[in-house]
Every structure is written in C-alpha cells, then in structure tokens.
C-alpha cells in the first residue's frame, strides 16, 4: 500500500540554524501539506501546496517556513532560523485532491524536531 | 473560525466493554469529519470520514462514528474494546486545512 514517508525520523539543532525536513508524498496525489504537533499539544495545520504553489497556509506558517516540491517526488518545509518553540513533531500529508467529499489526506510518520 | 471539541483526553476501558469517544464540531456547513488514531511512535492513520453518504459511518478495526447535525457531533464507538485499540485518537474537521481535537488516548484494561 502506498505510503507518505519523511525523513529524518529525528533531528537535534541549535537555536538559529535552518533545517530541512523531507517528505515522499504518495506518488498521485496532488496536495501536499505540513502541520505539527507540540508536544502535548493539538495538532496544527501549517500550509497546504497544490499545483507547485502554496494554496493555503495558517498565521503560524510565518516568514521563517518556506516549502518546496524540488523534483517529482520530494516536498520539503525549511524552517530558515530555528526557535526553541519550534520543537515538534511535524507530520508531511498528501491527498488525492480529486475525490470532492471523499478526499483523504495521508500522513507521515513524522519528523521529530528537537531545538536547543 | 472552525474548532473541534473532544471531550475526555483520557479514557479508560475494560477489554470487551463499550469504546466511546466524544467528538463535536463547530462547522455550520456540512461538515467533512474524519476519525486518526495515532499508535506509539506512528503516525496519524485514518480510521473513518463522513461523507454525507450516510450519518453512520463504519471504519477500520470494527469502529464506526454516527454524524448527528442536530448535537454537531460525531461520536466514535466500538462495541467491543480490544488490547490493541490503545492508542491515541483525533477528530479532525475540514478539506484542505484539517482542524484537529485536542485528542483522546484510549487505554484498554485487561
């Protein structure tokens, strides 16, 4: 079964520096999003991503993230210059974006992102 | 502003008795809903999604969830709760931008 993988699992930085997180959405689909979790906390829709464009994101998606679709499989969040409040696990999803009512997104297992 | 109301952030239950997880939502339009249930260390993985096909909606590993606009709930049930249940569940509203619950953890007794 086709499945949205993400990588790194886990990653470790330092207050300030940029990280990347990667995502392998399922490979028809046509939407593609971010959304995070902090720890003990809901989980927060970031931006969605359609057509090479984003098409819409949340008042949390600031000028600090920025997402990609750099080939024709990868879709990827920046995060340019990291703060300690931006430690979560962030979930990648895809969706088929042709179904109306019975669109689906599909998610990630996660990358766990840990700011110090 | 959508939101989305899970009553309980922990539920505890005896293996084989009832599973009930409360969910209500704030759209005023026909809702999209949908039932994640998150297991340790995985991620979100779809358990239903009301479609507007029927208000009783039948998902994965024996739950369903019935839609009742008049309570602007949809509630999620398994008649009987089963060790491997314990996990972690989210209502979620929306189309593109998914609002999620606070989420439920289950715990299943033997």
């Known amino acids: 079964e086709p499945e949205v993988t993400q990588t790194p699992s886990h990653q470790v930085t330092q207050m300030g520096q940029e990280v990347i997180l990667r995502c392998v959405p399922i490979?028809?689909?046509?939407?593609f999003y971010w959304y995070r979790q902090i720890l003990g906390q809901k989980v927060e829709f970031l931006v969605s991503f359609y057509n090479n464009e984003i098409s819409e994101k949340s008042e949390i998606f600031d000028d600090q993230f920025s997402v990609e679709r750099p080939d024709g499989s990868n879709f990827t969040l920046k995060i340019r210059s990291t703060k300690l409040e931006d430690s979560a696990m962030y979930f990648c999803?895809?969706?088929?974006?042709?179904?109306?009512?019975?669109?689906?997104?599909?998610f990630g297992p996660g990358t766990r992102l840990l700011v110090l | 502003a959508q939101s989305v109301t899970q009553l309980g952030s922990h539920v505890s239950v005896s293996e084989g008795a009832l599973v009930l997880l409360r969910c209500n939502y704030s759209s005023s339009v026909p809702p999209y809903l949908f039932w994640y249930v998150q297991y340790p260390n995985q991620g979100l993985q779809l358990l239903l999604k009301y479609t507007s096909a029927a208000t009783l909606v039948k998902g994965i590993n024996g739950f369903e969830a019935e839609f009742k606009k008049s309570e602007t709930s949809f509630h999620l049930t398994k008649p009987s709760a089963h060790m491997s249940d314990a996990a972690e569940y989210f209502c979620a509203e929306g189309r593109r931008a998914l609002t999620f619950g606070s989420g439920t953890r289950l715990q299943v007794q033997p």
């Open positions: 490979s028809n689909h046509l939407y």
């Open positions: 999803a895809s969706s088929d974006g042709t179904s109306g009512r019975q669109e689906t997104q599909y």
